[in-house]
């Protein structure tokens, strides 16, 4: 398969790629790994006119510590992010999930900032131009109707990335930059649990770092996959609970592959609150998610399945938390 | 538009003139007639186009020609040297990991990634380091083998 014509920059500054990506902000879009795009762009449901590569621009791969918080530049990639020796010490659910995206090629490609921007992903969109050519074309590439669940102007495509469950746990941060100057917002506002547009970066934006902070608590992340390797998850899970006297006094439970967007349950996170984590209420909270949750068929996994499956490993990581 | 690449393929430095739009992978085999590096699904998911970059493994399908520019790429024909094949070539080959080929250049280039990363892996390790790499002909039991004689963990 071979990539549309299209203009290629290699911008030496972020400005001026924040300047190339403002003068025309619906036909630009940015390439750092590629692993994600240039395949939407084959499969002909991306068609930019201009590509702007954000690996020429140095400097934006690196990892700083800084009192208690971590900066972590854009670019850099999923292999240097767990081979690190720094993330491996502080922050080794980190490293774990940058494990567990795509395979070897994939994470010496990927980055961090690309992955968190990844698009959402659906059995209707994410095919050849042949495979589409039997319906009309979706909502997501430009169409009036979404085939999943045959409503117009909808779109259900979803979140399946590894990183952003596990750092919207984690309390993450992010610091985008852009025409208007910087602006640091939490990494759950990034996502618009639209499908069709899943970001929520205004004209102009790139995301320049990831801002973590040093935390007291367990984390785990729980990867629900076909294969051990290369596949996106079915469902995955990350969680995160800080106790004081054997009890819980923050609880982060964060799905991915379950919404337009990484999806954060905030009913159980307040269940947890105060539990010392005893069966019967694992019990419950995992058999309560399953009701929570709404998954979509974007997918060859019926949401039935993926609903128990968000059960199943709620009831796994909170065993592991305990 | 068409642009001058500088790149060092195999040792060689060179300079191309390629469109923006092509991918390295089509760089390599079309306009440098290197066919050595396969193109399997074109879509980043079999490694069969694996190449190496700056030492480690790309998939040569999902690369712009023109991000490579000054970088240092090594394909399956930039492995033997003077005339004798590189350890994991010849493992490859002794041990029987080799039936239809194709997968065979993304594999052994993403072992020598791995094997410098890691000297002396685990079985599981190397399982998963060549997890992206499909091979429908060997069942993977001898390829294993292979990359575990070279790396001293057999």
């Known amino acids: ?322 | 538009m068409k642009r001058i690449l500088k790149l060092n393929v195999n040792g060689e430095d060179l300079e191309i003139l390629v469109e923006g739009h092509k991918t390295l992978l089509e760089v390599l085999r079309e306009d440098l007639g290197l066919t050595g590096t396969k193109r399997g699904c074109d879509l980043g998911t079999c490694g069969a186009c694996t190449v190496l970059i700056d030492g480690k493994p790309w998939l040569s399908c999902l690369t712009l020609a023109a991000a490579v520019q000054g970088k240092k790429i090594t394909t399956i024909e930039g492995l033997a040297g003077d005339g004798k094949l590189h350890p994991l070539q010849s493992a490859f080959i002794e041990k029987g990991a080799i039936q239809c080929g194709f997968c065979t250049p993304g594999m052994i280039l993403t072992a020598k990634a791995f094997l410098e990363e890691n000297p002396h892996p685990s079985e599981e390790e190397t399982k998963k380091a060549i997890s992206g790499n499909l091979c429908r002909c060997t069942g993977y039991v001898k390829i294993i083998e292979a990359i575990l004689s070279v790396s001293g963990s057999e």
Not at chain 1, 127 to 150: A, L, N, Y
């Open chain 1, 1 to 322: 398969m071979r990539l549309p014509k299209f203009e290629y920059i290699e911008p030496k500054t972020l400005r001026e790629a924040i300047k190339a990506l403002s003068a025309h902000p619906t036909e630009t879009l940015l390439l750092a790994g590629g692993t994600d795009l240039l395949v939407n762009m084959k499969y002909g449901v991306v068609k930019p006119t201009t590509l702007i590569n954000l690996r020429s621009i140095p400097k934006l791969n690196y990892i700083l510590e800084e009192k208690e918080t971590l900066r972590i530049g854009s670019l850099i990639s999923l292999h240097d992010l767990y081979t690190s020796p720094l993330i491996q010490e502080k922050f080794p659910i980190l490293s774990q999930a940058a494990r567990e995206v795509g395979a070897y090629a994939h994470q010496v490609m990927g980055t961090i900032g690309g992955n968190l921007c990844q698009g959402n992903r659906c059995r209707f969109y994410n095919q050849s131009p042949f495979w589409r050519s039997v319906r009309p074309p979706c909502f997501k590439t430009g169409g009036e109707i979404c085939h999943v669940i045959r409503k117009p102007k909808e779109c259900h495509s979803t979140y399946c990335g590894d990183m952003a469950p596990v750092l919207i746990a984690l309390g993450a941060r992010i610091k985008v930059i852009g025409p208007q100057g910087e602006r640091i917002f939490p990494l759950k506002r990034l996502y618009t649990q639209n499908g069709k547009k899943p970001l929520s970066l205004r004209k102009g934006e790139i995301l320049k770092e990831v801002l973590v902070s040093q935390s007291s608590g367990k984390s785990i992340y729980l990867k629900w996959r076909w294969r051990g390797s290369i596949e996106f998850p079915i469902v995955s899970l990350a969680l995160y609970i800080e106790k004081e006297d054997n009890k819980i006094t923050l609880a982060r439970v964060v799905f991915s592959g379950l919404g337009e967007g990484p999806l954060e349950i905030s009913e159980i996170e307040k269940r947890l609150l105060g539990s010392t984590l005893e069966d019967s209420i694992i019990d419950s909270l995992s058999e309560q998610v399953t009701k929570l949750v709404s998954p979509m068929r974007t997918s060859i996994y019926s949401p039935a399945y993926k609903r128990k499956m968000a059960g199943i490993l709620l009831r796994e990581g909170l065993d592991k938390l305990k």
